[in-house]
């Protein structure tokens, strides 16, 4: 209890705002803040103002089970950072911001995006309690003190955002101002700042302190924001959203504009003009989907509800019956709940849209698509189906662009999706970036041998860049030429009832040509120019001898878990002189 009084006090001491009163009302426009003069008026202005007004924010927030769990924890330092880290983790009674209990990027970012926050004012809400406001002034406080700004310039550790091997002895700074986790901060705080607002906790005094730090937040975000990517889209938004949220700064329409306008340049930057997102990943298109809704729900932009739309129609095109979609890329697949939280986010966008009205009520009012075969030629993604409902069967296919830092070299894979189950999940992810063990794990997913896909003596394909050949509703066909001395022709053929593959590969390269299978967990039987696991036949045929090998095979639909499942290959020796050419018939 003694040592819980010193510490409470060196913080009230240490942890002092970053600026005095005055300098605070300095970044206030009196207008905005009905002519407050005192931290005392300026407590009473925000308490009586109207939040379930602005628009875009949740007009009311509850809590869960869940949030009350982490709400807890949160007491005793056992800060939730990660879904896939659990159970959390101690970081001290004198919380250690720099603890690094597994050395993934993910683990440290995340530490700073303070996920238990909205859960301890959820709890607050929920029970009156005092102990959760408290606590969070108390760690609020604790992270300004401990983590202060570096300097007005970002710098990646070790010279990276996600990917690589990261500098262990970076500053520290780095992690916590790393732009994604202050967009985060960013976008979380105002509902904090809601549910906490009326506590006896949230004093003047600490009002003057949370305003100073999220101005801070506002002014290094415009000039940090990242150059390229769905990082740039997430902390364009964030800005635009707390602008909003807190019109009382000065800057806050300057920040306002030069955020809308990234996000309306972004809109043909970063999506094809098919309406797929540059990044080729399903779940993170699926995330910038949402992100656009929520921009025209603040924004009623023509440009940016056309280019949605496009986007909400690849998302629902590519869905297979059971509401999963394929996890090309760093795919990760999400709950059929969570899925139908954004197809009805789309939905509130497009009320009159019937396609989207049948997915959000899964099947129950409007209709599907009436087509059967669908390609998106900008992104290289391609769709077969035999119709809509729980017992047809789907192809989808990924042969189009490189992509960018979430696609992975995975040129011409497939998966297939029949009798209510997926008979061939591509690899996913498992997990991003860190130290050399956490690199090896995520390496093991980056390789083209594990996706259905076309190897030269198992390596790797430096782009995954096609080239469509053509396309009708029963067959594609596409080219790709990254192996040194090798071309392949890949030509699907698409039956109803079964799946072909003719694959060509010519040119003088030398070696061994692997045509590569991924099943879903379960047996797998091979017999020479066969190989049959779960719910799928694969037979091949070829004019130069060829076998079936049995290969590792695991797949991750979830950070940081895997599921082994049987895989195999077929391998044909090539000389220069040869053309291989293998015919493979998938039955299912």
Not at 315 to 322: A, H, Q, S, V
Not at 559 to 575: F, I, L, M, W
Request: aromatic letters at 14%.
């Amino acid at each position: 209890m003694k040592n819980r009084f010193l510490l409470l006090l060196a913080l009230a001491v240490c942890a002092c705002s970053p600026r005095s009163g005055d300098d605070v009302f300095s970044l206030l426009n009196r207008k905005e803040t009905g002519g407050a003069r005192t931290p005392e008026e300026l407590l009473a202005h925000f308490r009586a103002r109207d939040y379930s007004a602005i628009p875009g924010w949740p007009k009311e927030l509850h809590a869960t089970a869940r949030d009350m769990r982490i709400a807890d924890e949160a007491l005793e330092h056992i800060l939730f950072v990660h879904d896939s880290y659990q159970p959390s983790y101690f970081y001290g009674k004198d919380i250690d911001w720099q603890y690094w209990p597994v050395k993934d990027n993910e683990l440290r970012w995340q530490l700073h995006r303070q996920k238990w926050f909205t859960p301890m004012g959820l709890a607050y809400k929920e029970t009156g309690d005092e102990k959760y406001a408290r606590e969070w002034v108390l760690q609020y406080r604790d992270w300004i003190a401990k983590n202060p700004n570096g300097g007005p310039a970002w710098q990646q550790p070790g010279g990276v955002v996600s990917a690589g091997e990261i500098a262990l002895d970076a500053p520290n700074w780095e992690f916590a101002w790393r732009p994604l986790e202050v967009s985060s901060r960013l976008e979380a705080q105002p509902n904090q700042f809601r549910l906490f607002l009326n506590s006896p906790s949230f004093t003047p005094e600490f009002l003057m302190e949370f305003l100073a730090n999220y101005h801070e937040h506002l002014s290094f975000l415009s000039k940090n924001i990242a150059p390229e990517g769905n990082h740039r889209l997430f902390e364009a938004f964030s800005i635009l959203r707390g602008t909003i949220f807190f019109p009382e700064f000065k800057e806050s329409k300057r920040w306002y504009r030069e955020a809308l306008k990234i996000l309306r340049d972004e809109l043909d930057i970063q999506i094809y003009p098919d309406g797929v997102q540059s990044e080729l990943d399903p779940a993170y298109h699926m995330s910038m989907a949402k992100l656009y809704a929520s921009v025209l729900d603040v924004v009623p932009d023509p440009a940016i509800r056309e280019k949605l739309h496009a986007m909400v129609e690849f998302t629902l095109g590519i869905t297979y019956p059971d509401y999963t979609y394929p996890c090309f890329g760093d795919c990760r697949v999400a709950s059929k709940g969570s899925f139908l939280g954004f197809i009805k986010i789309w939905q509130k966008a497009f009320p009159d849209d019937e396609h989207i009205r049948w997915f959000a009520t899964e099947g129950r009012e409007g209709s599907p698509w009436s087509w059967k075969a669908k390609a998106w030629h900008d992104a290289g993604f391609y769709l077969f189906r035999t119709g809509w409902g729980p017992d047809d069967t789907v192809v989808a296919i990924k042969a189009g662009k490189a992509g960018a830092w979430h696609a992975q070299p995975d040129y011409g894979t497939f998966e297939i999706w029949h009798a209510g189950r997926n008979l061939s999940p591509d690899s996913g992810s498992f997990i991003y970036a860190g130290d050399e063990e956490v690199m090896r794990q995520r390496n093991w997913f980056r390789q083209t041998r594990v996706h259905n896909a076309l190897t030269l003596n198992n390596e790797n394909v430096a782009t995954a860049d096609c080239c469509e050949l053509s396309f009708t509703d029963s067959t594609l066909v596409f080219e790709h030429a990254d192996y040194e001395g090798l071309t392949h022709r890949r030509s699907y053929i698409w039956r109803g009832s079964s799946l072909e593959l003719l694959d060509e590969a010519f040119g003088p390269a030398e070696g061994t040509v692997g045509i590569h299978f991924h099943f879903a967990p379960g047996e797998l039987r091979l017999g020479g120019d066969v190989a049959e696991g779960p719910g799928l036949r694969v037979q091949c045929s070829s004019a130069l001898p060829g076998q079936f090998h049995g290969e590792e095979g695991w797949y991750s639909q979830i950070y940081r878990k895997k599921t082994e499942r049987p895989s195999a290959v077929y391998e044909v020796q090539k000389s220069a002189s040869d053309t291989v050419r293998v015919r493979s018939v998938l039955s299912f």
